[in-house]
């Protein structure tokens, strides 16, 4: 059963009902459903869905040759295979679909690019002179993130300016991502998304009628299953000096987020080259550079400037609890990993990617108009708590401190502040005067709005307050898992 993508499959329908030639590009990592989001919008329609094979160039023409010729082109009756690239694109025209659109599915279009150079500059040339006012839709997937963008979309290169539309696929978010997962509690629903996180690949490999514990025991630790050598997998196909980008994930995996500390972590010390190895991971859609919400652009220029955060909740649990334990399940010891190791921290370990949860709830509420403000920016915010000295009129900086969400309103005259618990304990009043205390400086020429996110609601001081007070709102478990 094909779960979400509502959102990629309008697009992609929307170009197909379009007038005149379509040149759509859809990239993103790999796993991400890129193939399955595509071949579910291609059910009904006449077509033809090609991938292509790390092979040589006169293997991939063959191959995308009989693709084509057995949708009983003229050309068929004639030829077994098309001589060129050139002959190939072309007979795209000739697809006997009627009135409805030829509609054409390149998979891994990378792969076939790399067997031959100049297939981007035949593209653009048949773009130019012969698709564009056709009927016709020709659809270039990939997973090579930096090739796509930087070798066939960037400025001066072929087909620059040509497509019609560009879409980079992401990872599910929580509330597609739990589709998988009916029937367990909104608390288990939380803890399997911080587990693994909205690749639909990763997704499918557990069994919604198994516990979140014995889906973990099977379908992770367990040598021989498909997400126990996934990350050694994808890392291995996609980059070289895999111990080192290894020691790179499982440092920031486990908490170090500055460029010194990642370098310091993984034993390399030369700042400069950990820079490259991580822009190689955020190029992979692995790891990303994170700012505080407010930062101006000048500061994200500054390359010792910002956090790494692992954008793959699955790769986050794999490195806290699979890496650095492969020893033990090399030897077959999946119970003693897990209850001595696992169950003891993984609620702790899901109290990141709650605060996920949470910004995507905020983002829904927006969509709906239920915010008391319409943010132009939300995120964290990191930064110094600065405090006023009446007496002596100065300010002077207490210490570096964070907000979980800040939506930022146009004209920086509104604030939306978020703090996300998940805890087993309630939310209490002491935590929101902390919160409260942050950002005060800004009070004098902005309004202030407070939304607090808990997974075992609040004490009664905090309900009492909420009920008198029209810039605080409360939301429990219950309430974000199931958007109400």
């Known amino acids: 059963m094909f779960i979400g993508r509502e959102q990629e499959l309008k697009f992609l329908n929307d170009k197909y009902e379009s007038e005149n030639g379509q040149l759509v590009v859809l990239y993103g990592r790999r796993r ?11 059910k009904g329609k006449p077509h033809v869905f090609y991938s292509c094979t790390q092979s040589t160039d006169k293997a991939q023409l063959s191959r995308f040759s009989g693709h084509m010729l057995r949708e009983n082109i003229p050309a068929g009756q004639y030829i077994s295979e098309f001589a060129d690239w050139e002959k190939a694109f072309l007979a795209i025209l000739d697809l006997p679909y009627g009135d409805k659109k ?44 930096s090739f796509i963008e930087k070798d066939l979309l960037a400025e001066k290169n072929p087909l620059y300016g040509r497509a019609t539309g560009i879409y980079k696929m992401n990872g599910m978010g929580f509330y597609d991502a739990m589709k998988f997962f009916p029937g367990y509690s909104d608390k288990d629903k939380v803890l399997a998304y911080s587990v693994l996180g909205g690749i639909p690949h990763y997704l499918k490999q557990f069994d919604s009628k198994l516990s979140l514990a014995e889906n973990i025991k099977k379908n992770i630790l367990t040598k021989g299953c498909v997400l126990y ?48 190895y991580l822009k190689n991971l955020i190029e992979l859609g692995i790891v990303e550079r994170e700012f505080s919400v407010d930062v101006k652009v000048k500061e994200k220029a500054n390359t010792k400037r910002g956090t790494y955060r692992l954008t793959d909740n699955f790769f986050r649990f794999w490195y806290a609890f699979g890496f650095a334990n492969i020893s033990q399940l090399e030897e077959g010891d999946v119970d003693g990993v897990y209850d001595y190791i696992i169950e003891p921290e993984l609620h702790e370990f899901a109290s990141f990617p709650f605060e996920d949860v949470c910004k995507e709830f905020v983002r829904e509420l927006q969509k709906k108009n239920a915010l008391p403000i319409r943010y ?84 009664e001081k905090i309900k009492k307050e909420a009920e008198k007070a029209d810039d605080l709102a409360l939301y429990d478990l219950d309430v974000i898992v199931n958007l109400k």
């Open 32 to 42: 991400v459903g890129k193939t399955e989001t595509l071949r579910e919008f291609c």
């Open 102 to 145: 030829k509609l054409v599915v390149i998979d891994e279009f990378p792969y076939m690019c790399k067997g031959d150079k100049s297939i981007p500059s035949i593209l653009q040339y048949l773009w130019d002179a012969e698709f564009k006012n056709a009927n016709v839709m020709i659809v270039l997937c990939g997973s090579a993130m």
């Open 229 to 276: 050598s996934e990350v050694d997998f994808l890392l291995h196909q996609e980059l070289r000096e895999t111990p080192i980008y290894n020691s790179i994930i499982e440092a920031v995996a486990l908490g170090n987020t500055k460029l010194n500390d990642i370098s310091q972590k993984s034993l390399i010390e030369d700042t400069s080259k950990t820079s490259v």
């Open 376 to 459: 132009a920016r939300l995120g964290r915010w990191m930064g110094k708590t600065t405090l006023r000295n009446k007496k002596e009129e100065r300010d002077f900086q207490v210490s570096e401190t964070e907000i979980d969400l800040l939506g930022i309103g146009r004209g920086e005259k509104e604030y939306l502040v978020g703090e996300c618990k998940f805890k087993t304990r309630p939310f209490e009043y002491a935590e929101y005067l902390d919160i409260k205390a942050k950002l005060t400086p800004l009070k004098e020429s902005a309004r202030f709005y407070y939304v607090l996110f808990s997974e075992s609601g609040f004490d």
